[in-house]
C-alpha cells in the first residue's frame, strides 16, 4: 500500500511598495502568492498566474500551515497570543521548526497545533513588536 502524502500550502505573503493616492496617502497592502526574490535584490509576489506585485524583501514571510481560532492564516512575523503569552512566528534552522519568540520574557516556545491562539498583529505593521 503506497501511503498518503501529505499537502502542503506553500505561499507568501509581502507589502507592496508604498505608491500614493491623488490625496498623498500612502497606498500599500497585503498581496499573497508566489514569491520571487531578483538578483538586484527587490521581491514580487506573483499574485496569480501572470501579475506579479513588487514588495519591500523585508516585509515577505510564509505561511506556516495553520490558522488561529478565527480561521486566519498564519504568517511568519505574525504576532500570536496564547495562553502561553504573546509571541512572534519566527522560524528556527536550529530545530527546523516554527516558534513564538516571546517579546516580554526573550524565550523560543514550540509552536503547537491548539485552538486558542490569536492574531493580534504582525512585526511590519506593529514595529514595536519587533523591536520588542
Given at each position: 500500500?503506497?501511503?498518503?502524502?501529505?499537502?502542503?500550502?506553500?505561499?507568501?505573503?509581502?507589502?507592496?511598495?508604498?505608491?500614493?493616492?491623488e490625496f498623498g496617502y500612502p497606498t500599500d497592502s497585503w498581496v499573497y502568492g508566489y514569491y520571487r526574490?531578483?538578483?538586484?535584490?527587490?521581491?514580487?509576489?506573483?499574485?496569480?498566474?501572470?501579475?506579479?506585485?513588487?514588495?519591500?524583501?523585508?516585509?515577505?514571510?510564509?505561511?506556516?500551515?495553520?490558522?488561529?481560532?478565527?480561521?486566519?492564516?498564519?504568517?511568519?512575523?505574525?504576532?500570536?497570543?496564547?495562553?502561553?503569552?504573546?509571541?512572534?512566528?519566527?522560524?528556527?534552522?536550529?530545530?527546523?521548526?516554527?516558534?513564538?519568540?516571546?517579546?516580554?520574557?526573550?524565550?523560543?516556545?514550540?509552536?503547537?497545533?491548539?485552538?486558542?491562539?490569536?492574531?493580534?498583529?504582525?512585526?511590519?505593521?506593529?514595529?514595536?513588536?519587533?523591536?520588542?
Amino acid at each position: 500500500m503506497i501511503p498518503e502524502v501529505k499537502k502542503h500550502t506553500i505561499k507568501f505573503r509581502g507589502k507592496t511598495i508604498a505608491y500614493f493616492d491623488e490625496f498623498g496617502y500612502p497606498t500599500d497592502s497585503w498581496v499573497y502568492g508566489y514569491y520571487r526574490l531578483f538578483n538586484d535584490g527587490s521581491a514580487c509576489i506573483m499574485t496569480d498566474g501572470t501579475s506579479m506585485e513588487e514588495v519591500v524583501p523585508e516585509s515577505v514571510g510564509q505561511f506556516i500551515g495553520m490558522l488561529d481560532k478565527f480561521g486566519r492564516e498564519i504568517y511568519e512575523g505574525d504576532v500570536i497570543e496564547n495562553n502561553f503569552g504573546k509571541g512572534v512566528v519566527v522560524f528556527s534552522d536550529e530545530f527546523a521548526q516554527w516558534l513564538l519568540e516571546d517579546v516580554d520574557e526573550g524565550f523560543d516556545i514550540p509552536f503547537c497545533k491548539e485552538n486558542r491562539r490569536k492574531i493580534v498583529g504582525n512585526v511590519f505593521d506593529n514595529k514595536e513588536m519587533e523591536e520588542a
